[in-house]
């Protein structure tokens, strides 16, 4: 039996993310319904899952790259605010959609190999929002015990919580299991739709205009900036593995647009609904500037 074509499956790891965004995007009158199902089924099972496999299967520099996505997301949030004195649009620059964005452009882009990177990410960046977005779209001050409360009860604490608690077997020997790894091919098939899917319902019903767009790409193309020298000093100071797939991934992370629970948040604490806008002509920005940069790190990198 011949192999499969590499090139053949890197095509199809392109196309399901798009086939699965038009699916949600033409398909919304019929699927809306679902919608809020499916957002939870992401949240709360199918990413959590993921943690949970690559926190039992740890990789060298995931806890490293945990505290650098923390520590990025802090820092851009300062800066912003310095500068602009509004913490709703510092928190959308600052707090990313790693979760239903960044796993399924991190497979469209990079492959498998890139999910022990973004997840990691992932868990810093999400760490962060927990507890800073309470924050930034409340118009109280919010007691120190009800932040906490709020970031423990968050799925990926609980996803840590979980693996920390299995960490005390070795399942190394698990891995390669058909079994694991049927099931975490179909969960990572499963994150890519789910999250392409929402998003396409999500943009269906949004509209912006070509200076929102103009603006989106100009914020995230200066955080990627920011970025750079972010990722300069981890290479010299942190010990990631100073592997290009790590850093090509770090860099992608940085092109997410703001996390889409921000508008949800700012509903509930506000009655408002300013950063929809912020997140819609982002992620249109997104997906532009991911495409692009794909582009550029595949010609500059072939083996990548």
């Known amino acids: 039996m011949g192999k499969i074509n590499p090139t053949l499956i890197h095509a199809m790891a392109l196309l399901l993310p798009l086939i699965s ?11 809306q319904q679902i919608r809020s199902w ?12 993921i943690i949970i496999y690559h926190m039992v299967f740890y990789k060298e520099g995931s806890l490293w790259l945990i ?15 310095i500068f602009a004195k509004d913490k709703l649009r510092a928190l959308c620059f600052s707090y990313l959609n790693g979760v239903w964005l ?23 960046g999400s760490l962060f929002g927990n507890v800073s977005a309470v924050v930034a779209v409340s118009a109280e001050k919010q007691a120190p015990q009800f932040i906490i ?26 891995e390669f299991h058909p ?25 269906s019903k949004v ?24 990722a300069a000093g981890t290479y010299y100071f942190l010990p990631i593995p100073h592997q290009m797939l790590t850093y090509a991934v770090m860099m992608l992370y940085f092109l997410l647009p703001p996390a889409a629970n921000i508008v949800a948040l700012e509903t509930h604490y506000q009655g408002t609904g300013y950063s929809a806008k912020y997140i819609a002509s982002g992620t249109i920005a997104s ?9 550029v790190v595949h010609v500059l990198v072939p083996g990548l």
């Open 67 to 81: 505290g650098f996505s923390i520590c990025s997301s802090i820092l851009l949030f300062s800066l912003f605010y």
């Open 38 to 49: 499916l957002a939870a089924l992401l949240a709360r099972l199918l990413i959590p899952l």
């Open 21 to 31: 965004f038009l699916i949600g995007y033409w398909g919304v009158a019929y699927l």
């Open 149 to 174: 409360q709020n970031m423990l009860k968050s799925p990926p604490v609980i996803a840590l919580t979980v693996a920390a608690g299995l960490s005390f077997w070795d399942f190394n020997a698990y």
């Open 207 to 230: 509209r912006i205009q070509l200076s929102d767009l103009k603006r989106s790409l100009i914020l995230i193309s200066i955080r990627f900036v920011l970025s750079l020298g972010l």
């Open 287 to 295: 997906a532009i500037l991911i495409g692009v940069y794909g582009v």
């Open 179 to 203: 079994v694991i790894q049927w099931g975490y091919a179909a969960n990572k098939f499963l994150v890519t739709f789910a999250g392409m899917c929402i998003l396409g319902m999500w943009l």
């Open 102 to 124: 960044g796993l399924p452009f991190a497979l469209a882009v990079f492959g498998p190999a890139a999910m022990p990177t973004i997840i990691a990410l992932y868990i810093g």
